[in-house]
């Protein structure tokens, strides 16, 4: 369940779609913490890798988005 939701997250923002934590917990069943450590885990990754990309939330969307780091 978990490479679900994971591979959920990362789809939805390689697509530029917003992520919204309340809708995936309640997707998937789990707490909203628990796709905050999904989102966490998807950061480290992106840092760690050096992407030229970042996930950053949104007032405007209402979630978290991924920005280009230019």
Known sequence: ?????????YSL????KRVNKRELAHKFNVSERTI??????H??????WDMQVKIEY???ENG???KNIK
Do not use: E, T
């Open 1 to 9: 369940m978990k490479n679900q939701r994971v591979l959920r997250i």
């Open 13 to 16: 923002l390689l697509n530029n």
């Open 36 to 41: 905050n450590r999904d989102i966490s885990d």
């Open 43 to 48: 950061r480290a990754f992106l840092h760690n």
């Open 58 to 60: 949104s007032f405007k």
């Open 64 to 66: 978290y988005i991924l």
